[in-house]
């Protein structure tokens, strides 16, 4: 008989951790779907955010998609004036040809979306990047402040981020 129960609550529990949500709601973990989603253009997600750019036209370094139907506005005044529909198609396409190009081989990162979690545990946006950091600040109030990440060598080489030999 007690070995039936612990079947029971054993069976239970997996049936429970079976149904919930499959969301990863920790900061800046890879969303599959809002990358696959940004990838493609999706007008209807992305009519969902107020977008930023870092960076240049030419050498975009990060998008941040700040959402619009919450009280948190993650963009601090330095991102500058949101982007408009093809604006944002075109930061899109200059990342991915950055990735591609072997003159940006330190971008270790096919762009992918970032997601932004407060304290709360709310998603409040998503970082679009292929870079391997994003400064941010978290609050405790769950206000997130987001700012522009580092800007990237204009002539794409890298050269001032590599290690040199000394000698």
């Excluded at 529990?13 to 499959?22: N, R």
């Excluded at 036209?57 to 991102?79: G, H, Q, V």
């Excluded at 994003?134 to 987001?146: A, C, E, L, N, W």
């Amino acid at each position: 008989m007690k070995n039936l129960t612990t079947l029971l609550i054993a069976a239970a529990l997996a049936v429970a951790a079976c149904s919930l949500p499959a969301v990863d709601q920790r900061n800046l973990s890879i969303s599959r779907d809002a990358t696959q989603k940004i990838g493609n253009g999706d007008t209807v997600f992305l009519g969902n955010y107020t977008i930023y750019s870092a960076g240049t036209k030419e050498n975009p370094t990060a998008l941040l998609f700040d959402f619009k139907r919450d009280d948190y506005d993650i963009a601090i005044r330095l991102w500058g004036e949101p982007l408009g529909e093809k604006e944002v198609e075109y930061t899109i396409h200059r990342l991915h040809e950055q990735y591609k190009d072997p003159e940006w081989r330190f971008l270790r990162f096919e762009p992918r979306a970032l997601t932004v979690i407060n304290r709360k545990g709310e998603k409040v946006g998503y970082i679009y990047t292929s870079l391997d950091s994003v400064p941010m600040k978290r609050y405790q109030d769950g206000t997130v402040k987001v700012y522009r990440p580092m800007p990237l060598p204009h002539d794409g080489n890298g050269n001032d981020r590599e290690v040199r030999d000394p000698a």
